[in-house]
């Protein structure tokens, strides 16, 4: 079974400038988050989707930042414009959906290293 | 914010050794995960306990929860090289449907 896919893998871009980013969850996940991690640091969710509904996205700069899951399948998060200090991995993660026993194991992609100039 | 805070940061041992890694946390928890993460990588699950649970194994690793201290540690028993890594604990707050990880503990099993 495929794991979650994302690309690039890696991007260097000049800051003001446009990126996005594109992740396709395990099959069946109705679940998908897009985390930012910084050096040293432990993941911090960006948005959490339920199918194509973005549930929780409190935590996502929605001046420069913006996502979608279009068919609640793959999905794709958009920086315009970057500042240097977006310069973090992004990570993807998927899951199946959370029931009365909390949030289920998440299954994360590769990531895409971001890195602002 | 981060709301578990791993101990050590880091963590350097021989391998055969046992590692032990702590987490604690601030607020109520339905369930309390582990993730480890080589370098470069994306992060792989490999533990969830639930706040009813009180010790959990899976092959070398055991982790337990003290719900009363909030707290957890991960405990990888007779350690590998291939098991240096970043590992992070991951909670599960009452109502609030997502994981908020702490800022991990780095380990490395020198051979």
């Known amino acids: 079974e495929a794991g979650v896919v994302q690309s690039p893998r890696y991007k260097i871009i000049e800051k003001k400038q446009p990126v996005a980013f594109w992740c396709n969850p395990i099959s069946g996940h109705n679940t998908l988050y897009w985390y930012r991690q910084n050096l040293g640091q432990g993941p911090e969710l960006l948005i959490r989707y339920e199918n194509e509904e973005a549930v929780d996205d409190s935590q996502l700069p929605k001046d420069r930042f913006s996502a979608e899951r279009l068919k609640g399948v793959d999905s794709t998060l958009k920086i315009q414009p970057a500042e240097l200090g977006d310069s973090a991995v992004y990570l993807c993660?998927?899951?199946?959906?959370?029931?009365?026993?909390?949030?289920?194991?998440?299954?994360f992609g590769p990531g895409t290293r971001l890195t602002v100039l | 914010s981060q709301q578990g805070e791993e101990d050590p940061q880091a963590l350097s041992i021989q391998e055969g050794e046992n590692a032990t890694m702590n987490c604690s946390y601030k607020?109520?928890?339905?369930?309390l995960q582990w993730y480890r993460q080589n370098s470069g990588r994306g992060l792989v699950h490999l533990i969830l306990?639930?706040?009813?649970?009180r010790e959990k194994h899976s092959g070398r690793l055991r982790v337990t929860l003290d719900t009363s201290k909030k707290s957890s540690s991960l405990l990888i028993t007779a350690s590998r090289a291939a098991d240096t890594a970043s590992y992070f604990c991951?909670?599960?707050?009452?109502?609030?449907?997502?994981?908020?990880f702490g800022a991990g503990t780095i380990l490395r099993v020198k051979s």
């Open positions: 306990i639930r706040s009813n649970e």
């Open positions: 993660a998927s899951s199946l959906t959370a029931g009365l026993a909390g949030v289920n194991e998440q299954f």
């Open positions: 607020t109520s928890i339905n369930n």
């Open positions: 991951a909670t599960d707050a009452w109502g609030g449907n997502k994981l908020v």
